[in-house]
């Protein structure tokens, strides 16, 4: 929606090229909005985003054709949260592989870049829902990639510092407790982990929704095991 607001054309894939939620955003969005296959919309854009649930994304990008990614840098934000048994969500890729490894993997032609997954969507596309001065990462293979996706994310979504984190590997390590999703990133190679507000310069941030004290004393002691040299709340 905001890219539209911007004046860019932008079409939604789903499954079906009458997917009713897309219809339904479509007709609120606005005349530059458009809706159609997963193929449909991979052809159509000249920069692609991986929007989908992280379980289905393989799947998803599937659907929209290697063809049709090809040469094209794909922003992904998605994350591989599991809630197959409920809440809190597993993560169905960790550790020693990622979700974004993966989706290269599998679209060898494109130029991923993974951005923007650890951030709420409406922060996301507005920075300046929080005040002061904050980073927003990006990581890939491809410099010229990252160049673009940071010149989207400072202009067009108002993120004034863009930390490039290179094409390290960082592991997603699930750890709950401040909310049912909270996530550490993980760079064993350089012994960096990023704790987000897993880890804050006062007290435990429980009293989010789906705060649980005691996944957060789990989630104390593991991050204590994590062999690091520094942390990033």
Not at 84 to 98: A, E, I, W, Y
Request: aromatic fraction near 6%.
């Amino acid at each position: 929606t905001k890219l539209v607001k911007l004046g860019h054309e932008v079409k939604m894939g789903s499954r079906t090229p009458d997917n009713a939620k897309a219809a339904e955003w479509v007709k609120a969005a606005g005349g530059k909005a458009s809706q159609g296959t997963y193929a449909e919309a991979a052809a159509f854009g000249e920069l692609a985003f991986n929007c989908t649930a992280g379980t289905g994304s393989l799947a998803a990008l599937e659907a929209a054709g290697k063809k049709n990614l090809a040469g094209k840098i794909l922003i992904d934000v998605s994350n591989p949260l599991d809630f197959s048994k409920g809440m809190p969500p597993s993560l169905s890729v960790c550790n020693t592989d990622s979700l974004g490894e993966q989706i290269q993997r599998a679209l060898p032609d494109t130029k991923v870049v993974k951005a923007l997954n650890t951030i709420n969507c409406n922060l996301m596309v507005d920075a300046s829902l929080v005040k002061g001065e904050h980073d927003v990462f990006m990581c890939g293979n491809d410099a010229a990639a990252k160049g673009k996706v940071a010149e989207v994310l400072k202009g067009s979504f108002g993120w004034k510092n863009v930390v490039d984190l290179g094409d390290r590997q960082l592991r997603v390590l699930h750890l709950p407790g401040h909310t049912p999703g909270s996530i550490n990133l993980y760079d064993a190679d350089a012994g960096h982990l990023f704790t987000g507000d897993v880890l804050s310069d006062g007290g435990l941030i429980d009293t989010c929704v789906g705060s649980d004290i005691e996944a957060y004393v789990g989630t104390m002691r593991a991050v204590l095991e994590v062999p690091h040299t520094r942390s990033f709340p």
